[in-house]
């Protein structure tokens, strides 16, 4: 198994859920280590399981799901950031522990509108390192699933970083950058189309 490619997949899989950390920091008045935890195991959790889910299923079901997952990234990802804006607005004056706006319900969506991608990278991954048993396969979620922990948990903390020199302006930040990973994801699938016409 090639454990470089691996590392890279696991990576390149976490940098919508990073942002969407680092989105997240931004959005809090203050970042606690419980928080930073939950955000990290969410996104952790999904990204793992969807790329093992997309296994189970086979060639068929992920095909289906192909064509749309650039769709339901940039739908929800796109209501989340809005929402988001909107709430910094409500909030503006609002005391500090009641402007949390990153409940379970927001942080499950962005778990499942980041990891959608990671659903048909589950497809492709044996023939990708090598991975033709169940075992190296958990091994292989595993991996990306620690490596997305790990990246997401410090990006709250970054996120934060940039909170404060945005002052005021964090939570529409935030809700800017999730609109942009939702645009982002949809544009590399049809960028991806277009150069694969033949």
């Avoid at 454990?3 to 976490?14: D, E, K, N």
């Avoid at 969407?20 to 920091?25: E, H, R």
Wanted: charged share 10%.
């Amino acid at each position: 198994m090639d454990y470089i490619s691996l590392g890279g997949i696991a990576v390149g899989l976490s940098m919508d859920a990073l942002a969407a950390s680092i989105a997240n920091g931004t959005a809090v008045q203050r970042v606690t280590l419980p928080f930073a935890l939950k955000v990290g195991i969410t996104f952790g959790v999904f990204q793992a399981f969807m790329p093992f889910l997309g296994w189970a299923l086979g060639t068929a079901g992920a095909g289906l799901l192909i064509h749309i997952e650039h769709w339901l990234a940039l739908l929800l990802l796109t209501y989340l950031g809005i929402q988001m804006i909107l709430e910094s607005r409500e909030n503006a004056h609002c005391p500090p522990k009641q402007c949390l706006t990153v409940g379970k319900k927001t942080l499950l969506i962005q778990a499942v509108a980041t990891s959608i991608d990671a659903l048909a990278t589950g497809i492709i991954l044996p023939a990708s390192v090598g991975i033709y048993s169940m075992h190296l396969m958990l091994f292989s979620v595993s991996l990306i699933g620690v490596i997305t922990f790990v990246l997401c948990f410090a990006g709250v903390y970054l996120g934060r970083k940039f909170g404060t020199l945005l002052s005021g302006h964090a939570e529409t930040a935030g809700g800017i950058i999730l609109i942009l990973i939702g645009i982002k994801i949809f544009a590399e699938h049809i960028f991806h189309s277009v150069m694969w016409i033949p």
